[in-house]
């Protein structure tokens, strides 16, 4: 038992910043970032060619549940994260790596017809999110429209529901489908074509530790830029 406890400690109290290497908070995202994939996937590979060219150590990925990196942001215990923090997190700057954007967005099980609408409250039901310890300004969104928020632990947990109707959306990107299902699977569901907002590839750093990290001036000193597609609805039913 005390063997067990002092393992959990070592894991929960892990610093964000050592002599030898970063700690990078991940969460399991693939393609983007996985503790699965070579390189960690395509955004972990990205962040370590950054890296070789701007800060003073090697990096080192721990991968976390959702909830306990937003808790780890949220102390202010961390250095550079996938994880997004709070929007009105001012001390988390974001470093874009790409030009590449990613569209957010709900999937529903396949129909005949397209998946579209011009505002949430016209749909109804459960919707399957990636669990936080906070509710984030989008699932808020989703709450007001008069959509009840299931959380999950992985995207293929959300989508093995809907599959038994216990959820009627699921919110994922873009490349959720050809990641996570094989191409006879992925027919199942269908994308709306009005996705919920689209993010830029890039990564996190708490800007209190930046003399620590940097050997020359980051990328961008801005505050991740998110663009709304659909317009929150007070609207409920």
């Known amino acids: 038992m005390r063997i067990i406890m002092l393992f959990l400690l070592i894991t929960i109290s892990w610093p964000s910043y050592s002599h030898r ?45 959702p909830a306990r990196a937003q808790r780890k942001i949220h102390r202010g215990s961390w250095c550079i994260s996938f994880y997004p923090p709070k929007f009105n997190n001012h001390d988390a700057i974001f470093v874009p790596l790409s030009s590449e954007v990613v569209q957010l967005g709900l999937y529903r ?30 699932i808020k969104a989703l709450q007001q429209a008069g959509l009840n928020i299931v959380f999950v632990e992985s995207l293929r947990q959300g989508f093995e ?53 940097f050997t020359s001036p980051p990328g961008s000193n801005k505050h991740l830029k998110i663009i709304p597609l659909i317009p929150k609805t007070t609207t409920s039913r």
């Open 21 to 65: 290497h970063i700690n990078v908070i991940a969460i399991e995202y693939p393609p983007y970032v996985s503790s699965k994939l070579a390189d960690f996937g395509s955004t972990s590979l990205l962040l370590q060619v950054y890296a070789r060219q701007h800060f003073k150590l090697p990096l080192r990925f721990v991968f976390l549940p």
């Open 109 to 138: 099980i396949k129909k005949n017809s397209e998946f579209t609408y011009h505002d949430l409250s016209e749909l109804s039901g459960n919707v399957a999110v990636l669990r936080s310890i906070k509710p984030s300004n989008d």
């Open 161 to 213: 529901m809907m599959k038994v109707n216990r959820v009627q959306y699921v919110v994922g990107d873009n490349k959720t489908l050809q990641t996570h299902f094989s191409r006879q699977s992925s027919h199942q569901f269908q994308f709306a074509t009005q996705p919920l907002k689209q993010v830029q590839v890039g990564f996190f750093y708490n800007k209190h530790c930046k003399s620590k990290l």
